[in-house]
């Protein structure tokens, strides 16, 4: 069973990073694609962006781009998101999502979310 | 972009009632469609993927079908451990995109 395990939440002053990480467990690291999906509070979903190592693809929605920034390090078997520039409007939570082989582009299991607080 | 439509935004039912929620793509796409259940501070579940195939775990009283630009999930009969939030994506072309939500209320 593939387990996806997030690191804590964070509070952040405006104009600066957040780098969200994501531990994946469960199965063959070279088989996931992962994928960040955000939801501010209230709020529906809304993605941000994807990487699938296999295919060395990364994909980012064009709101988030030049902000957001998607990797994977295979020996720790985690994948990171860092935005940069953080605004009041990106405190949310954060949601690594992932597929497997055959299911690359749909979001077949979730890590528990990572709260982001952009304050002054 | 795609944008997904869902509706109704809240609908009240009462347990055993048949549910329907609709979404609707702003462009034809093929079957490229997902369904996520979300309960308030959990992450969202896959219920139904590739618009009508349900996803291994998932109660058969969950059902999708539609294509082009209409699709819907039903419920059969709603259970108590059903409320919660519902929305569609579509992943048949970047970016990815979600509709804003159904949420399914007591009665």
């Known amino acids: 069973q593939v387990q996806l395990v997030q690191s804590g939440a964070e509070v952040k002053k405006p104009g600066s990073s957040v780098k969200v990480s994501c531990k994946a467990s469960?199965?063959?690291?070279?088989?996931?694609?992962f994928h960040w999906v955000r939801q501010a509070p209230g709020q529906g979903l809304e993605w941000m962006g994807g990487i699938i190592p296999i295919f060395g693809t990364i994909n980012y929605a064009q709101k988030f781009q030049g902000r957001v920034t998607i990797t994977t390090d295979e020996s720790s078997s985690t994948a990171h998101m860092e935005l940069s520039s953080l605004r009041s409007e990106d405190t949310a939570v954060y949601y690594c999502a992932s597929g497997i082989s055959g299911s690359y582009y749909r979001f077949d299991y979730w890590g528990q979310g990572t709260l982001v607080t952009v304050s002054s | 972009d795609i944008q997904m439509t869902q509706s109704p935004s809240t609908l009240s039912a009462s347990v055993g009632d048949r549910v329907t929620i609709t979404c609707r793509a702003s462009?034809?796409?093929?079957?490229?469609l997902a369904w996520y259940q979300q309960k308030p501070g959990k992450a969202p579940k896959l219920l139904i993927y590739?618009?009508?195939s349900l996803e291994s775990g998932v109660p058969s009283r969950f059902s999708g079908s539609g294509s082009g630009t209409d699709f819907t999930l039903t419920i059969s009969s709603l259970q108590p451990d059903d409320f919660a939030t519902y929305y569609c994506q579509q992943y048949n072309n970047y970016p990815w995109t979600f509709g804003q939500g159904t949420k399914v209320e007591i009665k």
């Open positions: 469960g199965g063959s690291f070279s088989n996931y694609a």
């Open positions: 462009q034809s796409m093929s079957s490229w």
């Open positions: 590739k618009a009508s």
